[in-house]
């Protein structure tokens, strides 16, 4: 059974760090690719990361800020974000379709987690 669990969440000042954590079971995260998206409120689900074999791909809006990585004997995939910004305030979730590609529609991904929120304000 494929199960993604999100952490690491919470409330940060504008320029701090934080790292989300998607716990993945029922499935190799070595072997598929695995998508980080936002939600802001009153906003559509927007991609944010991609990480597949060694290659990460990233929104413009993050690129230089966010790393993503994987922890392939722990089965989880993080989301370093740093300098974080107003914008970033989102509920920030992992998904997956069981492809080997990555994409940034999250129509087409089929597994989600609960998504852990992200709060960057004074």
């Known amino acids: 059974q494929v199960q993604l669990v999100e952490s690491g969440g919470g409330l940060v000042q504008p320029g701090g760090s934080l790292r989300l954590s998607c716990a993945a079971s029922?499935?190799?995260?070595?072997?598929?690719?695995i998508n980080w998206f936002r939600q802001a409120p009153g906003k559509e689900r927007e991609w944010v990361s991609c990480a597949l074999d060694r290659r990460t791909y990233y929104a413009n809006s993050v690129k230089g800020r966010f790393t993503v990585s994987r922890d392939n004997g722990e089965k989880t995939v993080y989301l370093q974000m740093n300098s974080l910004k107003p914008e970033d305030t989102a509920v920030y979730y992992c998904?997956?379709?069981?492809?080997?590609?990555?994409?940034?529609?999250?129509?087409?991904?089929?597994?989600w987690g609960q998504g852990t929120q992200v709060t960057v304000s004074t």
């Open positions: 029922g499935f190799s995260v070595d072997y598929y690719a």
């Open positions: 998904g997956t379709s069981l492809f080997r590609t990555c994409t940034s529609d999250a129509s087409v991904t089929t597994y």
